[in-house]
Protein backbone atom coordinates (compact mmCIF):
# COMPACT_ATOMS: atom_id res chain seq x y z
CA UNK A 1 0.00 0.00 0.00
CA UNK A 2 1.90 2.89 -1.43
CA UNK A 3 -1.21 5.20 -2.04
CA UNK A 4 -2.74 5.77 2.06
CA UNK A 5 -2.69 8.67 4.13
CA UNK A 6 -2.53 6.20 7.15
CA UNK A 7 0.92 8.06 7.54
CA UNK A 8 1.45 6.45 11.26
CA UNK A 9 -0.14 3.37 10.53
CA UNK A 10 -2.60 3.91 13.35
CA UNK A 11 -5.96 2.96 11.80
CA UNK A 12 -4.91 -0.72 12.85
CA UNK A 13 -2.89 0.10 16.14
CA UNK A 14 -4.65 -2.31 18.69
CA UNK A 15 -5.06 0.07 21.07
CA UNK A 16 -7.11 2.36 18.75
CA UNK A 17 -8.94 -0.25 16.89
CA UNK A 18 -10.36 -1.58 20.86
CA UNK A 19 -10.79 1.77 22.11
CA UNK A 20 -13.22 2.42 19.31
CA UNK A 21 -14.94 -0.61 19.48
CA UNK A 22 -15.93 -0.03 23.49
CA UNK A 23 -16.93 3.11 22.31
CA UNK A 24 -19.63 1.95 19.86
CA UNK A 25 -20.91 -0.22 22.25
CA UNK A 26 -20.96 2.15 24.91
CA UNK A 27 -22.38 5.38 23.04
CA UNK A 28 -24.05 4.15 19.98
CA UNK A 29 -23.24 5.01 16.08
CA UNK A 30 -24.00 8.36 16.10
CA UNK A 31 -25.20 12.01 17.60
CA UNK A 32 -27.92 12.39 15.34
CA UNK A 33 -27.50 16.12 16.00
CA UNK A 34 -25.67 19.46 15.55
CA UNK A 35 -23.07 20.34 18.28
CA UNK A 36 -25.14 23.29 19.01
CA UNK A 37 -28.12 21.33 19.66
CA UNK A 38 -27.79 17.49 20.84
CA UNK A 39 -24.31 16.29 19.71
CA UNK A 40 -21.57 17.61 22.22
CA UNK A 41 -20.27 15.42 24.69
CA UNK A 42 -17.38 15.07 27.11
CA UNK A 43 -15.95 12.75 24.00
CA UNK A 44 -15.82 16.16 21.82
CA UNK A 45 -14.56 18.27 24.73
CA UNK A 46 -11.77 16.19 25.78
CA UNK A 47 -10.61 15.77 22.28
CA UNK A 48 -10.76 19.79 21.78
CA UNK A 49 -8.86 20.44 24.91
CA UNK A 50 -6.01 17.78 23.74
CA UNK A 51 -5.43 19.21 20.49
CA UNK A 52 -5.37 22.92 21.88
CA UNK A 53 -2.88 21.52 24.40
CA UNK A 54 -0.69 19.65 21.76
CA UNK A 55 -0.64 22.63 19.15
CA UNK A 56 -0.57 25.07 22.41
CA UNK A 57 -3.19 27.28 21.29
CA UNK A 58 -5.63 28.87 23.39
CA UNK A 59 -9.16 26.78 21.86
CA UNK A 60 -10.19 24.34 19.82
CA UNK A 61 -13.42 23.30 17.51
CA UNK A 62 -14.02 19.84 16.03
CA UNK A 63 -16.23 19.24 12.58
CA UNK A 64 -17.46 15.88 11.42
CA UNK A 65 -14.80 16.18 7.92
CA UNK A 66 -11.61 18.01 7.66
CA UNK A 67 -12.89 19.24 4.61
CA UNK A 68 -15.68 21.08 6.55
CA UNK A 69 -13.26 22.55 9.11
CA UNK A 70 -11.37 24.88 5.88
CA UNK A 71 -15.53 25.25 4.79
CA UNK A 72 -16.80 26.56 7.90
CA UNK A 73 -13.66 28.46 9.36
CA UNK A 74 -13.02 30.27 5.91
CA UNK A 75 -16.55 31.16 5.60
CA UNK A 76 -17.45 32.85 8.51
CA UNK A 77 -14.93 34.92 9.00
CA UNK A 78 -14.16 36.12 5.69
CA UNK A 79 -16.96 38.69 4.88
CA UNK A 80 -17.62 41.38 2.04
CA UNK A 81 -15.09 43.45 3.97
CA UNK A 82 -12.19 40.82 3.34
CA UNK A 83 -10.13 39.18 0.81
CA UNK A 84 -9.11 35.66 0.91
CA UNK A 85 -5.69 35.47 -0.08
CA UNK A 86 -4.54 31.65 -1.63
CA UNK A 87 -1.92 29.33 -2.71
CA UNK A 88 -2.88 28.27 -6.42
CA UNK A 89 -1.82 24.63 -5.20
CA UNK A 90 -4.31 24.63 -2.45
CA UNK A 91 -6.58 21.90 -1.17
CA UNK A 92 -10.55 22.30 -2.77
CA UNK A 93 -11.87 22.73 0.28
CA UNK A 94 -9.95 26.16 1.18
CA UNK A 95 -11.19 26.76 -2.50
CA UNK A 96 -14.98 26.12 -1.58
CA UNK A 97 -14.60 28.03 1.87
CA UNK A 98 -13.56 30.75 -0.67
CA UNK A 99 -16.74 30.32 -2.75
CA UNK A 100 -18.97 29.79 0.36
CA UNK A 101 -17.80 33.31 2.23
CA UNK A 102 -19.16 36.86 1.32
CA UNK A 103 -15.48 37.68 0.23
CA UNK A 104 -12.92 38.01 -2.64
CA UNK A 105 -10.49 35.39 -3.27
CA UNK A 106 -6.98 36.17 -4.85
CA UNK A 107 -4.14 33.14 -5.71
CA UNK A 108 -0.79 33.53 -5.73
CA UNK A 109 1.64 31.58 -7.11
CA UNK A 110 2.30 28.04 -5.83
CA UNK A 111 5.12 28.86 -2.91
CA UNK A 112 6.24 32.18 -4.41
CA UNK A 113 6.30 34.75 -1.38
CA UNK A 114 7.40 37.32 -3.66
CA UNK A 115 3.91 37.03 -5.67
CA UNK A 116 2.09 37.02 -2.65
CA UNK A 117 3.61 39.81 -1.06
CA UNK A 118 2.91 41.99 -4.89
CA UNK A 119 -0.95 40.51 -3.97
CA UNK A 120 -1.26 42.24 -0.28
CA UNK A 121 0.30 45.18 -0.66
CA UNK A 122 -2.67 45.23 -3.71
CA UNK A 123 -5.56 43.92 -1.89
CA UNK A 124 -4.85 45.25 1.78
CA UNK A 125 -5.28 49.01 0.99
CA UNK A 126 -9.12 48.63 0.98
CA UNK A 127 -9.97 45.45 2.59
CA UNK A 128 -8.77 43.22 5.51
CA UNK A 129 -6.68 39.52 4.50
CA UNK A 130 -6.69 36.22 5.80
CA UNK A 131 -3.76 34.00 3.67
CA UNK A 132 -4.78 30.48 3.72
CA UNK A 133 -1.91 27.82 2.78
CA UNK A 134 -1.23 24.68 2.84
CA UNK A 135 1.82 23.35 5.40
CA UNK A 136 2.44 20.10 3.17
CA UNK A 137 0.94 20.17 0.06
CA UNK A 138 -1.26 16.98 -0.79
CA UNK A 139 0.04 16.31 -4.45
CA UNK A 140 3.85 17.72 -5.12
CA UNK A 141 4.43 16.54 -1.15
CA UNK A 142 6.28 19.90 -0.79
CA UNK A 143 6.44 22.36 1.97
CA UNK A 144 4.87 25.85 2.81
CA UNK A 145 7.48 29.02 2.84
CA UNK A 146 5.89 29.63 6.31
CA UNK A 147 9.05 32.03 7.69
CA UNK A 148 8.45 34.14 4.64
CA UNK A 149 4.97 33.58 4.75
CA UNK A 150 4.44 34.72 7.73
CA UNK A 151 6.67 37.57 7.93
CA UNK A 152 4.71 39.13 4.83
CA UNK A 153 1.70 38.39 6.57
CA UNK A 154 2.82 40.44 9.51
CA UNK A 155 4.00 43.56 7.34
CA UNK A 156 0.63 43.48 5.64
CA UNK A 157 -1.60 42.46 9.06
CA UNK A 158 -3.24 40.06 7.18
CA UNK A 159 -4.21 37.12 9.48
CA UNK A 160 -2.67 33.34 8.65
CA UNK A 161 -4.48 30.27 8.30
CA UNK A 162 -2.43 26.87 7.91
CA UNK A 163 -4.65 24.00 6.28
CA UNK A 164 -1.91 21.40 8.20
CA UNK A 165 -4.09 18.16 6.77
CA UNK A 166 -0.85 16.38 5.54
CA UNK A 167 1.89 17.94 8.06
CA UNK A 168 0.35 16.41 11.41
CA UNK A 169 1.67 13.21 12.37
CA UNK A 170 4.48 14.09 10.12
CA UNK A 171 6.64 16.69 10.56
CA UNK A 172 7.78 18.60 13.41
CA UNK A 173 8.37 17.93 17.26
CA UNK A 174 6.44 14.73 18.09
CA UNK A 175 4.13 15.23 14.78
CA UNK A 176 2.79 18.96 15.62
CA UNK A 177 3.23 19.62 11.70
CA UNK A 178 4.39 22.46 9.94
CA UNK A 179 4.84 24.98 12.22
CA UNK A 180 6.31 23.07 14.72
CA UNK A 181 8.79 22.26 12.02
CA UNK A 182 9.85 25.91 11.71
CA UNK A 183 9.69 26.46 15.21
CA UNK A 184 6.45 28.92 14.80
CA UNK A 185 3.49 27.10 16.82
CA UNK A 186 3.17 29.82 18.97
CA UNK A 187 3.23 32.71 16.02
CA UNK A 188 0.36 30.75 14.20
CA UNK A 189 -3.33 32.43 13.92
CA UNK A 190 -5.31 29.04 12.74
CA UNK A 191 -4.12 25.71 11.91
CA UNK A 192 -6.54 23.27 10.97
CA UNK A 193 -6.18 19.59 10.43
CA UNK A 194 -7.99 16.43 9.84
CA UNK A 195 -8.40 13.29 11.83
CA UNK A 196 -8.64 11.22 8.27
CA UNK A 197 -4.45 11.04 7.66
CA UNK A 198 -2.35 10.66 10.75
CA UNK A 199 -5.14 10.26 13.38
CA UNK A 200 -6.57 7.39 12.51
CA UNK A 201 -10.45 8.41 12.21
CA UNK A 202 -12.86 11.11 10.22
CA UNK A 203 -13.36 14.74 11.26
CA UNK A 204 -11.52 17.87 11.45
CA UNK A 205 -10.14 20.73 13.58
CA UNK A 206 -9.21 24.38 13.85
CA UNK A 207 -6.86 25.21 16.77
CA UNK A 208 -6.59 29.06 17.84
CA UNK A 209 -7.52 31.70 19.74
CA UNK A 210 -10.60 31.69 22.43
CA UNK A 211 -12.42 34.17 21.09
CA UNK A 212 -12.03 33.18 16.96
CA UNK A 213 -12.84 29.57 17.81
CA UNK A 214 -16.11 30.95 20.07
CA UNK A 215 -17.07 32.89 16.76
CA UNK A 216 -16.99 29.81 14.56
CA UNK A 217 -19.15 27.52 17.27
CA UNK A 218 -22.10 30.14 16.17
CA UNK A 219 -20.95 31.24 12.76
CA UNK A 220 -19.28 28.08 10.75
CA UNK A 221 -22.40 26.95 8.95
CA UNK A 222 -20.91 23.40 7.93
CA UNK A 223 -20.86 22.51 12.15
CA UNK A 224 -23.85 24.12 13.17
CA UNK A 225 -25.96 22.66 10.26
CA UNK A 226 -24.25 19.32 10.23
CA UNK A 227 -24.69 16.59 12.85
CA UNK A 228 -21.98 15.74 14.92
CA UNK A 229 -18.33 13.20 15.13
CA UNK A 230 -20.21 9.78 15.82
CA UNK A 231 -18.88 8.97 19.19
CA UNK A 232 -16.75 6.15 17.76
CA UNK A 233 -14.62 8.88 15.40
CA UNK A 234 -13.82 11.12 18.48
CA UNK A 235 -12.41 8.32 20.43
CA UNK A 236 -10.22 6.85 17.41
CA UNK A 237 -8.91 10.70 16.77
CA UNK A 238 -8.55 10.66 20.52
CA UNK A 239 -6.47 6.88 21.13
CA UNK A 240 -4.54 7.85 18.05
CA UNK A 241 -3.27 11.30 19.50
CA UNK A 242 -2.49 9.66 23.07
CA UNK A 243 -0.33 7.09 21.39
CA UNK A 244 1.42 9.69 18.85
CA UNK A 245 1.88 11.48 21.92
CA UNK A 246 3.55 8.90 23.61
CA UNK A 247 5.19 7.54 20.98
CA UNK A 248 6.66 9.98 19.37
CA UNK A 249 9.80 8.42 17.69
CA UNK A 250 7.28 6.70 14.74
CA UNK A 251 7.54 10.55 13.21
CA UNK A 252 10.99 9.17 13.10
CA UNK A 253 10.50 5.94 11.78
CA UNK A 254 8.08 7.62 8.90
CA UNK A 255 10.08 10.22 7.98
CA UNK A 256 13.05 7.35 7.40
CA UNK A 257 11.04 5.62 4.89
CA UNK A 258 9.58 8.61 3.07
CA UNK A 259 13.95 9.21 2.45
CA UNK A 260 14.40 5.83 1.48
CA UNK A 261 11.32 6.05 -0.46
CA UNK A 262 12.35 9.44 -2.36
CA UNK A 263 16.13 8.17 -2.88
CA UNK A 264 14.93 5.06 -4.50
CA UNK A 265 12.99 6.59 -7.03
CA UNK A 266 15.01 9.61 -7.61
CA UNK A 267 18.20 7.02 -7.94
CA UNK A 268 16.11 4.54 -10.80
CA UNK A 269 15.23 8.43 -12.57
CA UNK A 270 11.64 9.21 -11.78
CA UNK A 271 10.99 13.03 -11.22
CA UNK A 272 9.45 13.33 -7.97
CA UNK A 273 9.38 17.04 -8.31
CA UNK A 274 10.08 18.76 -4.85
CA UNK A 275 8.78 16.37 -2.93
CA UNK A 276 10.31 16.77 1.05
CA UNK A 277 7.97 14.39 2.69
CA UNK A 278 6.28 10.98 3.10
CA UNK A 279 3.85 12.03 -0.24
CA UNK A 280 6.58 11.25 -3.22
CA UNK A 281 4.69 12.02 -6.49
CA UNK A 282 5.91 10.49 -9.72
CA UNK A 283 5.22 13.47 -12.23
CA UNK A 284 4.74 11.53 -15.88
CA UNK A 285 2.33 14.11 -17.88
CA UNK A 286 0.42 12.03 -20.21
CA UNK A 287 -2.32 10.35 -18.68
CA UNK A 288 -2.77 7.91 -20.95
CA UNK A 289 0.67 6.68 -20.11
CA UNK A 290 -0.05 7.27 -16.58
CA UNK A 291 -2.99 5.13 -16.24
CA UNK A 292 -1.41 1.92 -17.82
CA UNK A 293 1.76 2.58 -15.80
CA UNK A 294 -0.42 2.18 -12.68
CA UNK A 295 -2.65 -0.73 -13.48
CA UNK A 296 0.74 -2.93 -13.96
CA UNK A 297 1.99 -1.74 -11.01
CA UNK A 298 -1.57 -2.34 -9.16
CA UNK A 299 -1.21 -6.00 -10.97
CA UNK A 300 1.99 -6.08 -9.64
CA UNK A 301 0.71 -6.32 -6.04
CA UNK A 302 1.67 -1.94 -5.52
CA UNK A 303 -1.21 0.31 -4.87
CA UNK A 304 -0.77 3.90 -5.81
CA UNK A 305 -3.01 6.53 -6.58
CA UNK A 306 -3.76 7.31 -10.06
CA UNK A 307 -3.78 11.35 -10.28
CA UNK A 308 -5.37 13.70 -13.01
CA UNK A 309 -7.45 16.32 -13.51
CA UNK A 310 -8.65 18.03 -11.62
CA UNK A 311 -6.52 17.42 -8.78
CA UNK A 312 -3.73 18.55 -11.24
CA UNK A 313 -3.92 20.25 -14.55
CA UNK A 314 -4.48 19.00 -17.52
CA UNK A 315 -1.72 16.63 -18.89
CA UNK A 316 0.12 16.25 -16.14
CA UNK A 317 -0.53 13.49 -14.23
CA UNK A 318 1.37 11.96 -11.68
CA UNK A 319 0.98 8.92 -10.00
CA UNK A 320 0.62 10.20 -5.89
CA UNK A 321 2.89 7.54 -3.81
CA UNK A 322 2.75 7.78 -0.22
CA UNK A 323 4.61 5.54 2.80
CA UNK A 324 3.88 4.81 5.81
CA UNK A 325 5.79 4.21 9.36
CA UNK A 326 4.87 0.97 9.80
CA UNK A 327 6.25 -0.48 6.32
CA UNK A 328 9.58 -2.36 6.14
CA UNK A 329 12.59 -0.61 4.77
CA UNK A 330 12.63 -4.33 2.13
CA UNK A 331 8.57 -3.74 1.02
CA UNK A 332 9.82 -0.14 0.07
CA UNK A 333 13.11 -1.11 -2.02
CA UNK A 334 10.70 -4.28 -3.17
CA UNK A 335 8.13 -1.30 -4.49
CA UNK A 336 10.86 0.52 -5.78
CA UNK A 337 12.63 -1.93 -8.01
CA UNK A 338 8.94 -2.52 -9.50
CA UNK A 339 8.06 0.80 -10.05
CA UNK A 340 11.63 1.14 -11.71
CA UNK A 341 11.25 -1.62 -13.72
CA UNK A 342 7.73 -1.27 -15.34
CA UNK A 343 8.47 2.51 -15.33
CA UNK A 344 11.36 1.73 -17.64
CA UNK A 345 9.01 -0.55 -19.43
CA UNK A 346 6.24 2.35 -20.23
CA UNK A 347 8.95 4.72 -20.71
CA UNK A 348 8.26 6.40 -17.78
CA UNK A 349 11.86 6.38 -16.77
CA UNK A 350 15.20 5.87 -19.78
CA UNK A 351 15.85 2.08 -20.47
Same mark, same amino acid.
Given at each position: ??? /??????????? *??????? %??? #????? /????? &??????????????????????????????????????????? +???????? $? %???????????????????? &??????????????? =?????????????? +?? /????? $?? *????????? &?????????????? +???????? &?????????????? @??????? #??????????????? +????? =????????? /?????????????????????????????????? @???????????? $????????? !??? $????? #???????? @????????????????? *????? @?????????? !????? =????????????? #??? !??
Amino acid at each position: MLG /SNNYLGLTRHP *RVVQATS %DAV #KRYGT /SMTGS &RLLNGTTVLHERLEELLATFFGAEACLTFTTGYQANLGTISAL +VNRRAVVV $I %DKADHASIYDGCALSDGEMV &RFRHNDVEHLEQTLA =KVTQEKSALVAIDG +VF /SMGGD $IA *RLPEIMEVC &RRYNARLLLDDAHG +VGVLGEGG &RGTASHFSMLEQMD @LIVGTFS #KSLASIGGFVTGPAH +VIEWL =KHFARPGVF /SASMPPASVVAATTALEVLMEEPRMVDKLNANAE @LLRNGLRNAGFD $IGASVTPIV !PIL $IGDEV #KMVNFWKE @LLAGGVYTNAVIFPAVP *RGAGI @LRTSCMATHS !PEQIK =KAVALMAELGRRH #KVI !PE
